[in-house]
């Protein structure tokens, strides 16, 4: 007994998702997989401080404006992995997506009874194109760092 193989029913789908991957990112000149106004970095920097980003975090050179009751979380540095456009338009639009527990090997608490990250929904304040200028300033503040690995020669 043969079995024949339908085609269409394997092409098509097929089809569908190359379409929509190359929707999705090879129609984006940016190539942040979606489609936002550009961003501005000095724009951002100037919005990070007018909604008091900098009560709750710190970045290179804007100082931290926190008590010493407050949650103090750096931005920016050398990481091993780049924050990408999206990882970061989605920690400020959704804080509670991801939130860490250990920052820098010292435990803090981030998240409330609920399990909610403390951070303010600035969803209903901030326009898309501060969203977007402080995501182009945050991006610019990280830079990547490769391991160094110190193997012994054998």
Request: glycine share 8%; aromatic share 12%; net charge neutral.
């Amino acid at each position: 007994m043969t079995s024949k193989i339908n085609f269409s029913r394997i092409f098509m789908p097929m089809m569908f998702f190359l379409i929509i991957l190359y929707i999705g990112t090879g129609c984006n000149p940016q190539g942040k997989g979606f489609a936002l106004p550009e961003g501005n970095l000095e724009t951002g920097k100037a919005t990070f401080t007018k909604l008091k980003c900098n009560e709750c975090h710190s970045v290179s050179d804007i100082e931290w404006a926190g008590n010493t009751n407050d949650l103090h979380v750096a931005l920016g540095g050398n990481v091993r992995f780049i924050k990408s456009y999206g990882e970061l338009v989605t920690s400020v639009i959704n804080p509670s997506h991801k939130i860490s527990t250990n920052y820098y090997g010292q435990k803090t608490i981030r998240a409330n009874e609920e399990g909610k990250s403390k951070m303010a929904n600035y969803n209903e304040v901030m326009t898309v194109q501060e969203l977007v200028d402080i995501v182009t300033f945050l991006q610019s503040e990280y830079k990547i760092e490769r391991p160094v690995h110190n193997y012994p020669m054998y």
